[in-house]
């Protein structure tokens, strides 16, 4: 399939990706996302204006939930659920070491400490009973990762808050459009937190989401986005009055109309997107899990995937990395461990030994190209190098 024919996307040809070299993740952007973006540069509002409560309210209602707050960046969205959450000095927040920098960062920012659980070794999801383990009185929060878009065991997580008074938080930067028993990624804890990085399913270049069912965390975080005061430029505007409170120490993680425009734009395509990265997993599922030497991760039966990611298992990565680079195909890792990155060794006392399984794991792992404007041949395209390399 022509996934430009099928999804009748114009492409332009700054975005046509150079062939060369096939990227790990790659933006779609056509000419109606551009126009969305121009007609935006041409109007009144360039921030803090209607396409932020546009955005806002299409992706609360795409989620499921009551309210969505837009802010400047995945990063900026983690940081602004640790703050709603009341994440302080002395506070414990679980997190998995197999995610970016930025889920253990936020509690960081905080002055919170992120106690690190580990994953389940076959889908490197973080591991229930191991979080169950890290609990102590001071622990406050667990953020989950459904790494790679495989939502995690939400059921064994939710319950485990529950029984212990905790705060759960979505990373949920991997998972959009993913789903669990059922329920869709983002309503599956009390804040759900999205990144629309360009290689993300839907992107504002930099941007992030929170979602949740609860007004003054909704509340809270508004104003956390806007230096922590009570009423925004435009809200000034309308009640014609100059006086406003801050109420909070926040920080400027306001997004732009420019690329609010660009993200409601993205979402009305995310079903297409989402069906193309499905049906390139499916060709990697045939072709390459069959390979002698290679593992992808499991995939539970109680969620449907959403595949930011495609990651295999190779007993010799090192190599293998180097060789597929070599032949053009941009295999990336993800991730190496957090607790053994230098600044957690130095400030927070981590070593190895404190996740054997995602130590391990990290030998192992390669994430493989998938986007959804990659085209048939290029899956081949990796396949076959994936074979010419593999013992
Ligand atoms: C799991 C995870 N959390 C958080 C982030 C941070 O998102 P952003 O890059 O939009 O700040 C990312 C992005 O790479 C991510 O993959």
């Not at 609990?135 to 406050?140: A, D, E």
């Not at 809270?220 to 230096?227: G, I, L, S, T, V």
């Not at 060709?283 to 499991?298: H, I, N, Q």
């Not at 190895?352 to 990659?374: D, R, T």
């Amino acid at each position: 399939m022509n996934p430009g024919q099928a999804l009748s996307l114009k492409t332009t040809e700054s975005n046509n990706k150079d062939m060369g070299t096939i990227p790990y993740g790659h933006q779609w952007i056509d000419e109606e996302d551009i126009q969305a973006v121009v007609d935006v540069l041409r109007s009144n509002w360039l921030t803090t204006g209607p396409k932020v409560k546009e955005v806002e309210q299409d992706f609360a209602d795409y989620v499921g939930t009551k309210y969505a707050v837009a802010v400047s960046s995945g990063t900026a969205a983690l940081h602004t659920a640790m703050f709603a959450l009341g994440i302080g000095s002395g506070d414990e927040v679980i997190v998995p070491p197999i995610t970016f920098v930025a889920t253990a960062n936020a509690v960081v920012f905080q002055g919170g400490t992120p106690v690190f659980a580990d994953v389940d070794a076959e889908t490197l999801l973080i591991d229930p009973r191991q979080v169950e383990e890290r609990i102590t009185p001071r622990t406050k929060a667990i953020i989950t990762v459904d790494f790679a878009g495989q939502p995690c065991a939400y059921d064994e997580l939710r319950s485990i808050a529950r029984r212990h008074g905790l705060a759960l938080v979505a990373d949920a930067c991997h998972s959009l459009g993913g789903l669990y028993k059922g329920r869709k990624v983002g309503t599956l804890a009390d804040l759900t937190v999205f990144s629309f990085h360009p290689v993300k399913h839907i992107t504002t270049g930099e941007g992030g989401m929170i979602t949740t069912d609860d007004p003054e965390m909704a509340e809270r975080m508004r104003r956390f986005r806007n230096h922590g005061i009570n009423a925004d430029h435009a809200s000034r505007a309308e009640q014609g009055t100059w006086y406003y409170e801050m109420k909070d120490l926040g920080y400027n993680y306001r997004i732009t109309d420019f690329q609010c425009a660009l993200g409601l734009s993205q979402l009305k395509k995310l079903p297409v997107f989402l069906e193309r990265r499905r049906e390139i997993a499916k060709m990697y599922d045939r072709e390459v899990a069959s390979l002698k030497g290679v593992t992808p991760l499991y995939i539970s039966s109680d969620v449907v995937h959403s595949y930011h990611l495609y990651v295999i298992c190779v007993k010799e990565r090192a190599r293998m990395f180097v060789q597929l680079r070599e032949k053009g195909i941009g295999v990336n890792v993800h991730y190496f461990p957090v607790h053994l990155q230098p600044y957690y060794q130095k400030n927070f006392g981590t070593s190895e030994g404190l996740c054997p399984v995602a130590e391990k794991a990290y030998n192992h792992i390669l994430s493989l190209p998938l986007f959804p404007q990659m085209e048939d041949n290029d899956v081949e395209r990796v396949v076959t190098a994936i074979e010419e390399v593999s013992d």
